[in-house]
């Protein structure tokens, strides 16, 4: 079992920047790919990026490439999403998720097992 919680999450204008985190507490082979998903009002559930314990390996969603990172610092179980030139269409919750299993190419929220209560994100124009 693994639990997630997410800060950081906040509202901002068009062009800034936030940093979310996402603390794992539990067994930590169970959350060998972490990632982040975000879900719009009216909007299915949208893969962002996660990152893969084993080899390092990231894997963003076309939509955020060049603009977000995601990292993760395994001494403090934690895993991070800096988001920079935010825009009004990155306004969602997010929310971070875990996986025992390798990170696919394409983050899908199926492959997950654990996830997080979300943390709003709110840019405006």
């Known amino acids: 079992q693994v639990k997630l919680a997410e800060s950081g999450g906040g509202s901002v204008q068009a062009g800034g920047s936030l940093r979310l985190s996402c603390v794992a507490f539990?067994?930590?082979?169970?959350?060998?790919?972490m990632g982040w998903f975000r879900q719009a009002s009216g909007k299915e559930r949208e893969g962002v990026a996660a990152?893969?314990?084993?080899?390092?390996?990231?894997y963003y969603g076309d939509s955020v490439k060049g603009r977000f990172t995601i990292s993760r610092d395994n001494t403090k179980a934690t895993v991070y999403l800096q988001m920079n030139s935010l825009k009004p269409e990155d306004t969602a919750m997010y929310y971070c998720a875990a996986t025992p299993n390798e990170c696919d190419s394409v983050p899908r929220a199926a492959r997950y097992n654990f996830w997080g209560q979300g943390t709003q994100v709110t840019v405006s124009s």
């Open positions: 990152i893969d314990r084993a080899n390092e390996r990231t």
């Open positions: 539990g067994y930590p082979y169970n959350s060998r790919c």
